[in-house]
T-cell receptor
Framework: GEDVEQSLFLSVREGDSSVINCTYT??????LYWYKQEPGAGLQLLTY?????DMKQDQRLTVLLNKKDKHLSLRIADTQTGDSAIYFC?????????????FGKGTHLIIQP | KAGVTQTPRYLIKTRGQQVTLSCSPI?????VSWYQQTPGQGLQFLFE???????NKGNFPGRFSGRQFSNSRSEMNVSTLELGDSALYLC???FGAGGPNEQFFGPGTRLTVL
């Protein structure tokens, strides 16, 4: 079945860049997503990338996709204390919403002062 | 524009009871998806509704069911509750037709089964 893997924790210093990595197994993944979850809250969509793209940049966020290795990463530039959260990688086979998202277990981003 | 709302936010039930959770999507969104989030299993897809029809279902027992109304609001029902059903239940809405599956999540309903 489909599987999405992420490391559980990442610790970075405030002001440094954070790089959160994700691998997936489903070669038919069409869209890949990054979500953020703060304590006690639902998930917030940060960004997504279409499978025929290599990179997408949105302000402090850069998404890199290596489709051959099925590897996705999220880089957060100039990490701030407000970035402390759990980050989830997710994939879907198709657009349109009919198929549910398959999520990784999430990476806890810890910011050191 | 109002976000996705879920009611109630917290719920405590006992084993064997049944429960109904409600979700109101963002105005104009016709797709509603439900997810279960637990520390052990993470986020798992339950089902998705579009225009009152279930289009897809995850790997959950038949005790988990849902429906969608003509105004796109959705409910999910869990019958004969088990301790393992304790979880955060998240609802997400999207336009649901073509393009990326940009789902917007509600704050969730925290269900505790005693």
């Amino acid at each position: 079945g489909e599987d999405v893997e992420q490391s559980l924790f990442l610790s970075v210093r405030e002001g440094d860049s954070s790089v959160i990595n994700c691998t997936y197994t489903d070669s038919s993944s069409t869209y890949l997503y990054w979500y953020k979850q703060e304590p006690g809250a639902g998930l917030q969509l940060l960004t997504y990338i279409f499978s025929n793209m290599d990179m997408k940049q949105d302000q402090r966020l850069t998404v890199l996709l290596n489709k051959k290795d099925k590897h996705l990463s999220l880089r957060i530039a100039d990490t701030q204390t407000g970035d402390s959260a759990i980050y989830f990688c997710a994939e879907s086979d198709s657009g349109g919403g009919a198929d549910g998202l398959t999520f990784g277990k999430g990476t806890h981003l810890i910011i050191q002062p | 524009k109002a976000g996705v709302t879920q009611t109630p936010r917290y719920l405590i039930k006992t084993r064997g009871q049944q429960v109904t959770l409600s979700c109101s999507p963002i105005s104009g969104h016709r797709s509603v998806s439900w997810y279960q989030q637990t520390p052990g299993q993470g986020l798992q897809f339950l089902f998705e509704y579009f225009s009152e029809t279930q289009r897809n279902k995850g790997n959950f027992p038949g005790r988990f069911s849902g429906r969608q109304f003509s105004n796109s609001r959705s409910e999910m029902n869990v019958s004969t509750l088990e301790l393992g059903d304790s979880a955060l239940y998240l609802c997400a809405s999207s336009f649901g037709a073509g393009g990326p599956n940009e789902q917007f999540f509600g704050p969730g309903t925290r269900l505790t089964v005693l």
